[in-house]
């Protein structure tokens, strides 16, 4: 008879159920569990719970064993999948010109779900160009600007640049506008020399940006301190851009934040410094 720790584990999990190793069990059973001590050990190897042992059923009829998998019928898996693949429609593996190419190989039904598949395939596309529609810095001339920029789409941000090729910082701003259109692809980035928009323009207000919306100016950021000095990080750009509304960034914080904490407490302490000397020249002159 196995030991008392077998029988342990072995104990059924339904109460009313009679256990395997009680002290009065049935003489069917008794008998079944001397042929299972005498091979215990070659039993405690196995590990299969799929194998067809008497072990395993005694196991199973206890719960502690799940039921045994019914083999897969491969010839029965290949026809639930033919009969999906029946399910697909050829059309809705197809993009626009394919479709165009095929007309003549459906029926009615099938042109009638065509048609609409087609409409939703194509509402997609133009949703997507919509999105995507811009991409890239563009130059434009003076006598675009209304078209371009005043009259453009509607809830359209067009951010533009006025620039001369001649100031270093001009082209610092054209290169991070250009990685920052192909990151906004949604918003117009465009770059006009300044000469061929307003006449006799300043060199010491350039670089300039605007930033309109439906006709309206939204941001403007005028002269190198403006725009964020000879420094300027495309992050530190991105912010600034970010913060008239015009894209929408994925920072979290001002890139420049700690810059100008440190900027603000020099002024701070210099500002304290100032009136403390101011207090004692006047004490000074009291005496």
């Not at 256990?19 to 050990?41: M, Q, V």
């Not at 693949?85 to 042109?111: G, H, I, R, S, T």
């Not at 670089?207 to 990080?233: A, D, S």
Request: glycine letters at 4%.
């Amino acid at each position: 008879m196995p030991p008392r720790c077998l029988a342990t584990k072995l104990r059924p999990a339904h109460a009313h159920r009679e256990p395997l190793f009680s002290d009065s069990p049935s003489r069917g059973r008794l008998k079944r569990l001397r042929r299972l001590g005498a091979s215990l050990p070659a039993l405690r190897s196995h590990r299969d719970p799929n194998e067809d042992t008497e072990w395993n059923e005694i196991l199973r009829d206890f719960g502690i064993l799940p039921p045994k998998e019914e083999p897969k019928d491969e010839i029965e898996e290949m026809v639930l999948h033919l009969q999906k693949e029946a399910m697909v429609k050829p059309y809705e593996k197809m993009n626009l010109a394919q479709l165009k190419e095929a007309e003549d190989e459906f029926d009615d039904e099938d042109m009638r779900a065509i048609e609409m598949y087609r409409e939703k395939r194509l509402q997609e596309w133009k949703a997507l160009k919509k999105k995507q529609k811009f991409g890239e810095l563009r130059e434009i001339s003076g006598n675009q600007y209304v078209k371009e920029v005043t009259n453009a789409e509607k809830d359209v941000w067009v951010i533009i640049h006025l620039y001369r090729s001649s100031i270093p910082m001009c082209l610092l701003v054209n290169q991070h506008l250009s990685l920052l259109a192909r990151k906004f692809p949604e918003t117009k980035f465009i770059k006009a020399i300044v000469n061929s928009c307003i006449q006799h323009y300043h060199d010491n207000c350039l670089p300039t940006i605007f930033v309109y919306k439906n006709g309206q100016i939204e941001g403007k950021f005028i002269g190198i301190i403006e725009c964020g000095g000879i420094n300027l990080k495309l992050e530190e750009l991105e912010w600034k851009l970010a913060e008239v509304g015009a894209i929408q960034t994925d920072l979290e914080e001002n890139p420049k934040k700690g810059i100008v904490d440190v900027m603000v407490s020099s002024i701070r302490n210099t500002s304290i410094y100032d009136d403390s000397n101011s207090s004692n020249s006047d004490n000074d002159d009291t005496k």
